[in-house]
């Protein structure tokens, strides 16, 4: 037996560390190269099996520069990365394993969706469409992860196609994804029984009352919905979105004091992951609790080594006020193990204390990964309207805002009788709330669950298609001008990446924000106070939500009933105060081309 077979026989065996000792020896011996790449992957295999898992990137990255890639490689460089919480730096490597489209493509799908998808934030999810194709999954398994991956970017209609081929239809994997797409079609009372059915074939599982939750979430039936997340998180206490989701909602009911209750419960247990501690992190943040994040980082400090955890140590210092020491932990942090939204997050306080130079290079990195990323968008041309990085761009927002009227459907005598059914219907759509939801940027107000279009309704589908029309028509005439990037220079189909409705009460406002999932974002006024007028709940543009030296050449349109504006998502925009007044109901969507 030569010496190549002795090793791949040590690892069948499971002899992980006679299989490293016999490679390392080996690579120590093998003076011309010649097997170098397959021995470094030999021994990367044993260091992943002993959770050496630093060991193991160091020989796949070496196995690479020595011309050994191929989609395995990078699967494997994807799942060491993850397995030590460097989850941009397994996203790269992921996409990386996708872009090959060998005969590791499903392989990759799989982890993508079991252990990945769930990590990624939305302006990532966005990255993953050039890479995912359906011709390419083999097996039902991957057929359905990559089913779900779809789902994830709310392409319903893609996730079906993929499902309508596998083999194996009634397992319980596929029903739970078929659940999913009836939800974000819409038919959440049909997903509601669908899920019942697997329940009852199948018997309880955490993810069927994760579902469950969101389905009654959409619904806006928020104590049914938190009753489910409590039965997942009782089955499985480290599913970190059941977690999540039921904060968000005990704190629209007005229940602050008792949101954290389940975070609260991992903590006393020592049953945090990293997952929901930064989760639970990120609470505090949003609850102003500064000192508790920081403390929260001490009492963890050797239980969690993640040097993405610096993250949240700076936003701690820089929201209580240190923003020295806030600069300081920043400067510290490596920017390669944070997400692309931590990093102009951490961007825009670079900016507004003056430090041009790192939050450009923040930025560039960001836009090196994901070219099209909104967020770094606005946050450049904001250094560009200010001559601080080089060719600054004459930016008038006014010539890039597009004013429509939409039109009525021919069985309503008016646009106004339109609007008054439609505002029927929506106002239905809204739960109760005591608080608006914590991680949205509704101040004093209410904002539906599910994905507005998809819902089954004849006077959403007219306004759907109208917001449709008009945004085509933007983009048309958009071309025609110096665009602001050359993701408007995309061929292809108009794509609805999102829509909502917002009711925003007495004294409401939506802080200013950017759209990091669309390409263009649009929003219509349905209903409105009498009071409102350009001080009083208008909408604004050019503000961003930070204090910089910078002065911001803002823009502010009176919102009409019936109108509906159509403008980049990288625009800063926000809502003033609406005083005096309630019900200012509006239906936003964002757009992409695909």
């Not at 090959?100 to 302006?123: C, P």
Request: aromatic share 10%; with cysteine.
């Amino acid at each position: 037996m030569n010496p190549l077979q002795t090793i791949f026989t040590l690892i069948n065996q499971k002899q992980y560390p006679e299989g490293k000792q016999a490679a390392t020896s080996l690579l120590k011996r093998n003076k011309d190269r010649r097997h170098q790449p397959i021995l470094l992957r030999l021994r990367a295999t044993c260091c992943f099996a002993l959770q050496e898992y630093k060991q193991a990137i160091d020989d796949l990255q070496q196995a690479c520069k020595l011309g050994m890639e191929d989609g395995e490689i990078y699967v494997n460089l994807a799942k060491a990365y993850f397995f030590i919480d460097e989850i941009p730096k397994a996203f790269n490597n992921i996409s990386k394993a996708l872009s090959y489209k060998d005969r590791f493509y499903s392989q990759a799908v799989i982890f993508l969706n079991k252990s990945l998808l769930n990590q990624l934030h939305e302006s990532e999810l966005s990255v993953l469409s050039g890479f995912l194709s359906a011709e390419l999954v083999i097996g039902d398994q991957a057929k359905n992860a990559l089913a779900n991956i779809f789902l994830t970017q709310e392409k319903v209609d893609e996730a079906m196609q993929v499902l309508s081929s596998v083999e194996s239809t009634g397992s319980a994997d596929i029903e739970m994804t078929l659940a999913v797409a009836q939800r974000l079609k819409g038919d959440s009372q049909k997903a509601v029984a669908r899920l019942l059915s697997v329940k009852d074939q199948f018997g309880s599982h955490h993810a069927i009352f994760h579902q469950l939750g969101n389905c009654y979430s959409d619904l806006g039936e928020l104590r049914t919905a938190c009753q489910y997340y409590e039965a997942a998180i009782a089955l499985n206490d480290q599913y970190r979105f059941s977690h999540f989701n039921l904060a968000e909602l005990l704190y629209q009911q007005g229940l602050a004091d008792s949101m954290l209750t389940s975070y609260d419960l991992l903590d006393t247990k020592n049953r945090f992951n990293i997952y929901t501690f930064k989760d639970y992190l990120q609470f505090l943040l949003r609850l102003n609790a500064y000192d508790k994040v920081l403390n929260a980082l001490e009492q963890y400090k050797v239980q969690f080594k993640s040097r993405s955890l610096l993250y949240y140590r700076a936003e701690a210092e820089r929201l209580n006020g240190n923003e020295q020491k806030a600069l300081q932990t920043i400067k510290a942090i490596e920017p390669e193990l944070l997400t692309h939204d931590e990093l102009c997050q951490l961007a825009q306080h670079l900016i507004s204390t003056k430090e041009y130079v790192l939050a450009q290079a923040f930025l560039e990195r960001v836009l090196s990964l994901d070219k099209f990323n909104q967020w770094a968008f606005s946050l450049y041309f904001l250094l560009s309207k200010n001559s601080v990085v080089p060719a600054p761009q004459a930016l008038r927002y006014e010539d890039y805002i597009f004013e429509y009227q939409i039109k009525a459907p021919e069985s309503y005598d008016s646009t106004e009788d339109y609007l008054i059914a439609l505002s029927t219907r929506l106002n239905r759509m809204h739960s109760v709330s005591k608080n608006s939801p914590l991680n949205l940027t509704i101040q004093g107000g209410t904002q539906t669950q599910a994905n507005l279009f998809a819902v089954k309704d004849p006077l959403i589908t007219h306004l759907s298609s109208e917001f449709h029309r008009c945004v085509s028509q933007t983009l048309t005439e958009m071309t025609k001008q110096k665009v602001l990037h050359e993701g408007f220079y995309q061929q292809g189909q108009t794509y609805c990446s999102g829509s909502w409705s917002i009711n925003t009460k007495e004294e409401g406002n939506h802080s200013n924000h950017i759209h990091p999932m669309g390409l263009v974002s649009s929003v219509c006024y349905i209903s409105l106070p009498e009071c409102i007028s350009e001080d009083n709940g208008a909408i604004q543009f050019g503000v961003p939500p930070f204090l910089t030296s910078f002065v911001p050449q803002s823009l502010t349109y009176r919102p009409r009933t019936g109108v509906l504006l159509v403008f980049p998502s990288c625009f800063w925009h926000g809502t003033l105060p609406l005083k005096g007044g309630d019900n200012r109901l509006t239906v936003a969507a964002d757009f992409v081309v695909k």
